[in-house]
């Protein structure tokens, strides 16, 4: 797979995994708080574009870097998400705090 963080400017893209699940997000979230921590970032965009499976831990994830991050609604965003994983992020309430892009939307 390619480079898992690009960082362009303000905004960090973090290209998720196939599997989302407890040892993947607390690599994310201490590399995410490395990065954060020695740049200036606005936005982190979580790609969903290759991830088939996300569990609770995924949900906390995006959680915890929305408080890392301020708490600012625009702050971040979850690019390329499938139907499944859209359903989880709307369950678990998260639609409310973090901007959310289907792959279907992204393709029209």
């Known amino acids: 797979m390619q480079e898992m963080y690009k960082l362009e400017g303000t ?7 196939q599997d989302v699940d407890h040892p993947v997000t607390d690599l994310i979230r ?9 740049n200036y970032i606005r936005t982190i965009i979580f790609d969903f574009t290759h991830t088939e499976f996300m569990d609770s831990s995924g949900v906390g994830l995006l959680m915890g870097r929305y408080r890392a991050m301020g708490m600012r609604k625009e ?13 989880l992020l709307h369950l678990s309430g998260l639609h409310r705090y ?4 289907t792959a279907e939307e992204e393709e029209a």
């Open 11 to 17: 905004v960090l893209t973090v290209v998720l995994p």
């Open 30 to 38: 201490r590399e995410t708080d490395h990065i954060i921590n020695q």
């Open 75 to 87: 702050s971040i965003r979850a690019a390329g998400v499938s139907r499944h994983i859209d359903r």
């Open 98 to 101: 973090i901007e959310i892009q």
